[in-house]
């Protein structure tokens, strides 16, 4: 059993996470800027704050904590925000760790597939190189800030997260409305691939990482079975029960959206899982229509 620090862990991923390790006997820690929080500890990565004492004892770290990138438009500022939440707290975080007397032996840190772009219907596994873009350069900055973990001897995992499915956040809460009221449709020409992961695979990924001595570097998130946003729209309305007839044009969405259309809606990344099922892991969901199901409870 090991004693694990989270960052994120009030958001989707991390509550679903500290819920599954403490099942499983390992003690969970928060890393938090609420200074009020109990079993957690206080920091502030934009102030540089991080006291290293009170990591003392922690065995293995997930750092899941940045700003949502859906979370309005991409204007400099946000992009700003969003580059230097992902950056300068793992900057901040991985540099802690490397002064820690006794470190912690794991760090799982959490990166996208949007390190790929756009890549049409290439296939992509973790030893394909970086886009071209706004995501692809944050991804890669973000994974290099990890660095001085690495440095220091700490086995480092940059889990390249691919579009997670829940009911209770992310993508899929946000189109269950126009979906169920029956305005759901294709985005763009609907062949963009979109590379999905249920949560409940990702929580035993992570846990998966964390135990597995072999699994290092970059790791592609993703189930082995992507899917073209056209084959997604036409999933989710069979399950909903609803038609998908209303598509949403990719010049309307840029309109709506800005440059986060490209980068998020229309960018078309078809990845694989190699590494993970190179290392043993078993997907619990690897199948769109049943993992859909399994988190809309159909």
Same mark, same amino acid.
């Given at each position: ?20 390790? #403490? ?45 949502? +990138? ?11 925000? +969003? ?11 991985? %540099? @802690?760790?490397?002064?820690? %007397? ?10 996208? +597939? ?52 829940? #009911? ?28 999905? +992961? ?13 135990? @597995? ?86």
């Amino acid at each position: 059993m090991m004693k694990v620090l989270i960052t994120g862990a009030s958001g989707m991923v991390g509550t679903a996470l500290s819920a599954e390790l #403490k099942a499983s006997g390992h003690e969970v820690v928060g890393l938090t800027r609420n200074r009020a929080s109990e079993n957690a500890v206080y920091w502030n990565p934009e102030a540089g704050e991080l006291d290293v004492t009170q990591l003392n004892g922690i065995e293995a770290v997930v750092h899941l904590a940045g700003e949502n +990138i859906a979370a309005g438009r991409w204007s400099d500022k946000q992009k700003s925000k +969003i580059r230097e939440s992902r950056v300068g707290g793992t900057k901040l975080l991985c %540099e @802690t760790l490397a002064s820690m %007397e006794q470190k912690p032996q794991v760090l799982v840190s959490a990166s996208a +597939i949007g390190f790929y772009g756009d890549r049409g219907d290439e296939e992509l596994t973790e030893d394909s190189s970086v886009g071209t873009g706004f995501l692809p350069e944050v991804c890669q900055e973000w994974e290099a800030a990890t660095e001085p973990a690495k440095a220091a001897g700490i086995r480092v995992v940059n889990l390249r997260i691919g579009v997670v499915l829940s #009911k209770d956040g992310g993508a899929l809460k946000a189109m269950m409305f126009p979906f169920m009221s029956c305005l759901g449709g294709i985005v763009g020409n609907g062949k963009q691939y979109w590379s999905w +992961i249920a949560l409940a695979d990702l929580v035993g990924v992570i846990a998966h990482a964390l135990q @597995t001595d072999t699994v290092s570097g970059p790791v592609n998130a993703v189930s082995p079975n992507t899917v073209t946003n056209h084959e997604f729209t036409k999933t989710l309305g069979a399950v909903i029960g609803r038609p998908t007839i209303f598509p949403l044009p990719g010049f309307v969405a840029k309109i709506m959206l800005g440059e986060m259309a490209d980068g998020l809606l229309l960018a078309s990344a078809r990845v694989l899982p190699n590494q993970l099922q190179a290392s043993g892991y078993e997907f619990r969901y690897p199948e769109l229509k049943v993992a859909l199901a399994y988190e809309l409870g159909k």
